[in-house]
């Protein structure tokens, strides 16, 4: 993997690995056009470097593919980039931590042609591209796509809820409400506080974990790599960190973050021993009056994953995609390719038949 630029057209190839681009000075903030920081992973550094040492890459594995801006294009793009299968297979630098494909992805068709143009020219040994998490708008650009010499297949992958936040309670349902209400009251005559943060501290990190380590979620994959976050949040002010305490002890903890007029509602967790006081709901509700009155953000957004309570929070869900790209001229990854094809067939008649067979 080349450690310097490699040019094809102005302004187009592969940035340095991405755990040596921070220390050349190359990857630095990018300041919105409001003045305020994108989120994390829309960010070159440290999200990157941090999830590359989570998953385990080393510097030779993982890079930025980037372009700058064309007649064709509305805007420059930057991709971080990693091989596997011995330089077969070229992925998006994500997993289950990630919202979005980043830093900078690509918004236009032809900057998406672009993207497979650079890999078939200068990295001819690719023969698979795993891209993920794509939004509904990026999955159609694709999908009406025309790239010679590819085949592309589309998966579902998670689901995305979110909702603006002008007149946003007058819109939920009064059930919430009302039950928010009940559990405020109950927790308030109890002695309980809301602590609603944008600097991290150990007092408050050792009350998230320890919520954590209590709630109904399995444990962590990587500790250190959300303790890095909040420290980066914090860093640029990004960061709403809400604890609800009961009886001196932390029983809710929500981990926010604020940026370009969104906040991201990131991680979640309730002790479970105080599920009958709601903690969690209280402390959403909380944490929603925040960044509504105090931040005055215009959306509201719930990142991935479909859990039925999100509708309740939400107004609107959007699927989210996967893409699996094969290279035809390749036999192995043409058979990859059509095998794939025909398992996706055969499912689809499958469920066919089933349905068909209910109706009768």
Wanted: with cysteine; charged share 15%; aromatic share 10%.
């Amino acid at each position: 993997m080349p450690d310097t630029d490699v040019t094809r057209g102005p302004q187009v190839g592969l940035a340095m690995p991405v755990q040596n681009l921070q220390l050349d000075g190359q990857l630095e903030a990018i300041a919105m056009p409001d003045g305020n920081l994108a989120m994390p992973w829309l960010q070159p550094a440290p999200w990157y470097q941090n999830l590359a040492k989570f998953m385990g890459l080393n510097d030779s594995q993982c890079f930025m593919l980037q372009a700058g801006q064309s007649a064709e294009s509305s805007a420059p793009w930057q991709l971080a980039l990693y091989f596997s299968a011995g330089g077969r297979q070229l992925n998006s630098l994500s997993n289950y931590y990630t919202p979005a494909l980043g830093p900078q992805a690509p918004t236009h068709p032809a900057d998406w042609l672009k993207f497979f143009t650079i890999v078939s020219e200068i990295i001819p040994a690719v023969q698979q591209v795993k891209l993920l998490p794509l939004t509904d708008g990026q999955q159609q650009q694709l999908q009406h796509l025309q790239v010679p010499g590819w085949g592309f297949h589309f998966s579902h992958y998670s689901d995305n809820w979110s909702a603006r936040t002008a007149s946003y309670w007058q819109q939920r349902p009064s059930q919430l409400r009302n039950t928010i209400r009940r559990k405020r009251q109950k927790l308030t005559a109890e002695g309980a506080r809301i602590d609603i943060s944008q600097q991290v501290t150990p007092e408050l990190v050792a009350a998230y974990w320890q919520v954590y380590q209590h709630s109904w979620k399995p444990a962590e994959p990587n500790p250190d790599f959300i303790n890095a976050l909040l420290e980066q949040a914090s860093h640029n002010h990004s960061l709403r960190l809400g604890v609800l305490w009961l009886h001196g002890r932390p029983v809710a903890a929500q981990c926010w973050l604020v940026a370009d007029g969104v906040a991201a509602i990131y991680k979640l967790a309730q002790d479970q021993t105080f599920d009958h006081y709601s903690p969690g709901t209280v402390l959403t509700a909380a944490l929603l009056d925040h960044v509504i009155e105090v931040d005055q953000v215009a959306t509201i957004d719930f990142l991935t994953g479909n859990d039925h309570y999100k509708a309740q929070w939400m107004d609107n869900m959007t699927p989210l995609f996967q893409l699996q790209a094969y290279r035809l001229n390749k036999p192995a990854a043409l058979l990859q390719f059509v095998l794939l094809r025909l398992k996706t067939r055969i499912r689809l008649w499958r469920q066919r038949i089933v349905a068909l067979a209910r109706t009768r």
